[in-house]
């Protein structure tokens, strides 16, 4: 499975658990950035991002449940290419 399915799945699903049918309104988008010095892409960074006005209610929940179900996606992936 590809990062970018990974980050999209994990997005989905926090944003399923935290707004329902609505996910519009609770203004929840992320980011990936290269971060390797030599190689862009060896190392990455992935960045959760609010809009202000959702920032204060959703988002330490809606942040944290998307970095958990990220790690937990991740690394169903890394066991099972072993």
Do not use: W
């Not at 929840?28 to 609010?50: D, H, K, N, Q, W």
């Amino acid at each position: 499975m590809q990062l970018e399915s990974l980050l999209s799945a994990s997005y989905d699903a926090a944003v399923v658990r935290h707004s329902g049918a609505n996910p519009m309104e609770i203004g929840f988008t992320y980011s990936l950035s290269p971060r390797g010095a030599v190689y862009p892409f060896s190392e990455i960074e992935v960045s959760c991002i609010m809009q202000d006005k959702f920032a204060r209610r959703h988002g330490p929940g809606l942040c944290a449940d998307f970095f958990a179900e990220l790690e937990r996606k991740i690394s169903k992936a890394v066991a099972g290419r072993q």
